[in-house]
């Protein structure tokens, strides 16, 4: 069964360095997005990606974020200067339209580790 | 503000029991609900969904209920079986691809043998 795949599984940085977040979402699936859950909070939505384009994106997801599809089977996370409340777990998900409906499919996720 | 609540933190079930996980909502464009199933250090796992056209979708043990006048929405998991424990998701979406799923907090739920 096709799924969602994320690298690395876990990730130390320190504050104010630069990481990136890779995801390989289910290949025939159109819409990507990226999650965010900080520990011991609920899962909250960061960015959709739509056509090599930003669909929506939530207040989380400032300048300090950026989102890209370099290739045809990529979807990467950039966040250009970490800082120590962005650690936390970073899922993808990847979705397609099936009569009409959406469902959205779950990376296992990237815990992210900011000292 | 909380858009999709779940007011359960944790519930605990017998094993071939009835569990029963209850979500409410506030945005009435919501058009779209799901179930997801999360194991410690892991994604969320899509379980079952229901569109606000219909009250209730079923799928094996799964059944989900949708009141849209009450803004409410429950799963049922019958019998429930140990390997049903796992922390449990309510998500809203508007009916537009491509948008953001609101979770709630999630519950979780302990099945015992």
């Known amino acids: 069964e096709p799924e969602v795949t994320q690298t690395p599984s876990h990730q130390v940085t320190q504050m104010g360095q630069e990481v990136i977040l890779r995801c390989v979402p289910i290949?025939?699936?159109?819409?990507f997005y990226w999650y965010r859950q900080i520990l011991g909070q609920k899962v909250e939505f960061l960015v959709s990606?739509?056509?090599?384009?930003?669909?929506?994106k939530s207040e989380i997801f400032d300048d300090q974020f950026s989102v890209e599809r370099p290739d045809g089977s990529n979807f990467t996370l950039k966040i250009r200067s970490t800082k120590l409340e962005d650690s936390a777990m970073y899922f993808c998900a990847s979705s397609s339209l099936v009569q009409f409906q959406e469902t959205q499919y779950f990376g296992p996720g990237t815990r992210l580790l900011v000292l | 503000d909380q858009q999709v609540k779940q007011n359960s933190p944790s519930l605990s079930v017998q094993e071939g029991r009835i569990s029963i996980l209850n979500c409410d909502y506030t945005?009435?464009?919501?058009?779209?609900f799901l179930w997801y199933k999360k194991y410690p250090a892991e994604g969320p796992t899509f379980l079952i969904s229901i569109s606000s056209i219909k009250d209730k979708n079923e799928d094996g043990r799964f059944t989900v209920f949708l009141n849209k006048s009450a803004k409410h929405l429950s799963l049922h998991i019958v019998p429930s079986q140990p390997g049903d424990s796992a922390v449990y998701f309510c998500?809203?979406?508007?009916?537009?691809?491509?948008?953001?799923?609101?979770f709630g907090k999630g519950t979780t739920l302990s099945v015992s043998s």
């Open positions: 290949s025939n699936h159109l819409y």
């Open positions: 998500a809203a979406q508007k009916d537009q691809a491509g948008t953001a799923l609101i």
């Open positions: 990606f739509y056509n090599n384009e930003i669909s929506e």
């Open positions: 945005n009435s464009m919501f058009d779209y």
